[in-house]
């Protein structure tokens, strides 16, 4: 099994959930979080003033699939969906996970992530 966790911009959020829906991934969770990358925030004009912000506001997108050919898949989808090709697009991270479990059956593994019946 594969987790694989994105941090894409705000404006990419509805960009990359359909792609993944697309893509017939399922199981998405998706929180707001707050973060900076190697450009360490952002300069905007606020009233004419310069303002640094170095903690941006993203969108943080969590998968778990049980192959590479499904982290491949979904990854892909991410990329494509997110890309604008401007510092900020974010990020994407795939690692093993070890073990999962439905609470409700108490199934695990990838019995656990596969559609309930």
């Known amino acids: 099994m594969i987790k694989i966790e994105a941090i894409v911009r705000e404006d990419a959020l ?3 959930k359909d792609a993944l829906l697309g893509a017939d991934i399922r199981g998405i969770t998706v929180s707001q979080v707050m973060g900076c990358g190697t450009q360490m925030g952002r300069t ?4 004419g003033n310069k303002v640094s912000t170095t903690m941006v506001p993203k969108i943080k997108f969590e ?3 049980s192959t590479e050919q499904w982290a491949n898949r ?3 989808a991410i990329r494509n969906a997110a890309f604008s090709g401007e510092p900020g697009d974010g990020k994407i991270f795939a690692y093993q996970i070890d073990r999962a479990i439905r609470i409700r059956t108490g199934e695990e593994d990838v019995e656990a992530i596969t559609p309930a019946s």
């Open 14 to 16: 509805e960009d990359v």
């Open 44 to 47: 905007r004009m606020v009233r």
């Open 63 to 65: 998968i778990v699939v």
């Open 74 to 76: 979904a990854i892909d």
